[in-house]
């Protein structure tokens, strides 16, 4: 281990197995390490023995189930967007020919006590019944205007500056009703609470086109693709790129300690009585526990289920987002549900989640809303985690901390931290311009 390192990343989790990957390719040479003997981090994926174990204390569980080792549970359970920035990733580091995708049956949002499809483009929003007739042909003219709408092309503009526009005042021109932005902003934007409305409306429309583009792609019923055999896959696919490109992977090291020189700046890392060198030190929150803050809480339940989401048309995997509003909360909800489709459970079985950004110390009342909408369940296992931010200034220290994953079931924030992370560990801005029908997701 004495030898010197460009990164030593700390942790398995996905966003390090992505910086790995990402830094390896670049030509740094990286030393990748990780207190637990098994890939992943917080976002592990586990079997019923390994569920029972973490959260009952004990690894037997119902027969009725079936075999352990056909469960995939997700410990961050989240999509992917099948144009976004992840997918871009997959395609730029050729992370692709190492996963299988299936696309994702399902997206959903929660209006006034029902589940409904979200309409993602005029045809759809002249169908749904989340809208009256008059409310229907507002929205439709609303969603041409987005549809239509390209940088480049100032005459799609229709005189507006989206750089200076807020999102308010661009949805007041149309005239849509406060549950049809509601739905828009947070279920097609994806944003998670109201604070978007006061921002440039440039943002809210490009995620807008970006759902609308993803959904066009698969031809699926929902804009999100999802690995076979769950998420679990993706550190390991991310760390075997490390590993093509000369990268060094140390499971199972306890107590990865980082040396800091008098400057206080990052020079290694020891474990078991060695140190290897380093330039920069990469890591999850928990491995520099002083060089961050709290900021929150996720709040969640995990379910077994032996039956899809009830009201979302027998979807073998769905995504429903209930907005803050709809709640009468200051976030959004999200339910996430996948199944034996994506070989995460033996056949017969569901695996549904239930997540939100914690307001209270009762995650069971908390989430009460969205187990509402699940339906007789088999299992429900109940989870709280502390979210952080690095709190740290890399340049005095070279230290490179991501933030801890948030309770949205989408991988667009997590993209965004990863991106922003290797801009500053390299000074390059990370060229994401792919060919995207590189990738592939089955319908079937």
């Not at 359970?77 to 299936?102: E, S």
């Not at 995504?319 to 996430?336: H, W």
């Not at 985690?385 to 690095?390: G, I, K, N, Q, V």
Request: aromatic residues 10%; proline residues 5%.
């Amino acid at each position: 281990m004495d030898e010197e390192y460009d990164v030593i990343v700390l942790g398995t989790g996905l966003k390090e197995c992505i910086l790995s990957g990402l830094l390896s390719v670049n030509g740094l040479k990286v030393l990748h390490m990780d207190r637990n003997d098994y890939y992943g981090g917080e976002s592990s994926s586990l079997n019923l023995n390994q569920l029972w174990k973490r959260f009952r204390g004990n690894d037997t569980f119902p027969e009725s189930l079936g075999s352990s080792k056909e469960y995939n549970v997700d410990m961050i359970p989240k999509f992917i967007i099948a144009n976004g920035g992840l997918v871009r990733v997959l395609i730029h580091t050729d992370v692709t020919k190492y996963l299988n995708f299936k696309a994702v049956d399902g997206s959903f949002v929660y209006n006034k006590g029902k589940i409904y499809k979200v309409p993602a483009n005029d045809v759809e929003a002249l169908k749904s019944p989340l809208m009256g007739l008059f409310e229907k042909r507002r929205a439709r003219k609303f969603f041409i205007y987005v549809q239509d709408y390209e940088d480049d092309d100032p005459k799609s503009h229709e005189g507006l500056d989206l750089t200076k526009v807020t999102a308010r005042e661009l949805i007041s021109r149309y005239g849509l009703e406060d549950d049809t932005i509601d739905f828009i902003g947070h279920a097609l934007a994806l944003h998670f609470d109201d604070s978007y409305l006061d921002q440039p409306a440039l943002d809210f429309v490009k995620k807008m086109k970006l759902y609308a583009e993803s959904l066009a792609r698969f031809q699926g019923g929902s804009p999100y693709i999802y690995p076979l055999y769950g998420l679990g896959e993706l550190p390991q696919a991310f760390a075997r790129l490390s590993a093509v490109y000369g990268g060094t992977y140390m499971l199972n090291k306890p107590d990865c300690k980082v040396e800091f020189d008098g400057d206080g700046k990052a020079i290694g890392v020891t474990s078991e009585g060695e140190t290897a060198k380093c330039k920069k030190v990469v890591c999850d929150p928990s491995y520099l526990p002083d060089k961050v803050k709290k900021v929150g809480r996720v709040a969640r339940a995990i379910c077994i289920m032996s039956h899809p989401i009830p009201d979302t048309s027998e979807s073998h995997s769905a995504q429903v987002i209930l907005p803050q509003k709809q709640l009468g909360r200051k976030s959004d909800m999200y339910l996430f549900c996948c199944s034996y489709a994506h070989n995460v459970a033996p056949k017969g079985k569901y695996i549904a989640f239930v997540s939100t950004e914690a307001e209270t110390d009762n995650p069971e009342v908390e989430l009460k809303p969205g187990i509402d909408l699940l339906g007789p369940i088999d299992e429900i296992f109940y989870d709280t985690y502390d979210r952080y931010l690095p709190s740290n200034d890399h340049e005095a220290d070279n230290c490179f901390i991501s933030t801890s994953y948030d309770a949205t079931t989408h991988f667009q924030s997590t993209v965004d931290d990863v991106i922003e992370l290797y801009s500053k560990i390299t000074g390059k801005a990370l060229d994401l311009s792919v060919d995207l029908s590189a990738a592939s997701a089955t319908a079937e």
